[in-house]
């Protein structure tokens, strides 16, 4: 499922399914993008070519390179004394392989940072040139909120196996799926009350054959809502 997923609301603006054999980069030669538009994605989308074409458009990239990418260093840039602290590399580059330097004859820009959290360096390639370092490595950061979405679809609605086998069973259980996460986010985006999504889930599978005022409940789900009888003129016997 090759997903294009929109930083604001961290929902997704472009899914293209394929069968198994698609490679992500493959997959991405479809996605369509603005000018301007700034690109995150893992290793597996650092293919020269398709880095090429969005760089054409207008489009700008932070990728995660591989460890096997040959380069010169051009310049290197100068790093803040008494900040940012976990930038560690910030340098221009050129691709040395006469491969690579064919499918992606322009200069690019190479930051390395160090996770403390997972105790690594993540070395970055893009072509933005003007950002801080930091910048950089933050707009890197914020791609773990695919394997977030991703991890929702698979834990909150139980599509670890699939129903049926046959191609249309498998996309009519995706795209289910996928519509019913974005009305949940929807719904938490309405709530007045600071629902975690898992939650919200777990209530909505409670109370999914009960009647109730939905906007009411999702703002106050712990108060009882009592709704008056109705005054009846006619019927009433005592």
Same mark, same amino acid.
């Given at each position: 499922?090759?997903? %294009?997923?929109?930083?604001?609301?961290?929902?997704?603006?472009?899914?293209?399914?394929?069968?198994?054999?698609?490679?992500?980069?493959?997959?991405? =030669?479809?996605?369509?993008?603005?000018?301007?538009?700034?690109?995150?994605?893992?290793?597996? =989308?650092?293919?020269?070519s398709l880095l090429n074409?969005?760089?054409?458009?207008?489009?700008?990239?932070?990728?995660? &390179?591989?460890?096997?990418?040959?380069?010169?260093?051009?310049?290197?840039?100068?790093?803040?004394?008494?900040?940012?602290? &976990?930038?560690?590399?910030?340098?221009?580059?050129?691709?040395?392989?006469?491969?690579?330097?064919?499918?992606?004859?322009?200069?690019?820009?190479?930051?390395?940072?160090?996770?403390?959290?997972? #105790?690594?360096?993540?070395?970055?390639?893009?072509?933005?040139?003007?950002?801080?370092a930091n910048t950089i490595?933050?707009?890197?950061?914020?791609?773990?909120q695919v394997e977030i979405?991703?991890?929702?679809? #698979?834990?909150?609605?139980?599509? *670890?196996?699939?129903?049926?086998?046959?191609?249309?069973?498998?996309?009519?259980?995706?795209?289910?799926?996928?519509?019913?996460?974005?009305?949940?986010?929807? %719904? #938490?985006?309405?709530? *007045?009350?600071?629902? &975690?999504?898992?939650?919200?889930?777990?209530?909505?599978?409670?109370?999914?054959?009960?009647?109730?005022?939905?906007?009411?409940?999702?703002?106050?789900?712990?108060?009882?809502? &009592?709704?008056?009888?109705?005054?009846?003129?006619?019927?009433?016997?005592?």
């Open positions: 499922m090759h997903t %294009l997923l929109d930083f604001d609301g961290n929902l997704p603006a472009y899914i293209n399914i394929t069968n198994g054999k698609t490679a992500d980069n493959k997959g991405a =030669y479809d996605i369509p993008l603005l000018k301007g538009s700034v690109i995150v994605a893992d290793r597996f =989308y650092n293919d020269f074409i969005w760089d054409s458009k207008g489009i700008y990239f932070v990728i995660r &390179h591989k460890d096997n990418v040959q380069y010169t260093v051009i310049k290197e840039n100068e790093l803040p004394d008494n900040r940012h602290q &976990h930038i560690l590399i910030d340098e221009i580059i050129e691709l040395k392989n006469t491969s690579s330097k064919e499918k992606y004859p322009k200069r690019l820009r190479r930051v390395v940072a160090w996770n403390d959290e997972n #105790k690594q360096t993540i070395e970055i390639i893009t072509n933005q040139m003007t950002w801080t490595s933050e707009l890197y950061k914020s791609r773990w979405f991703f991890r929702e679809i #698979k834990q909150l609605l139980n599509i *670890k196996s699939f129903i049926g086998t046959s191609e249309n069973a498998i996309m009519i259980q995706i795209w289910t799926a996928l519509i019913t996460i974005l009305i949940l986010k929807a %719904l #938490k985006a309405m709530a *007045k009350f600071n629902w &975690h999504l898992s939650n919200l889930v777990a209530f909505i599978r409670l109370n999914l054959f009960v009647k109730i005022n939905l906007q009411l409940w999702l703002d106050k789900p712990f108060e009882e809502n &009592h709704i008056p009888p109705p005054d009846y003129i006619q019927g009433v016997l005592f």
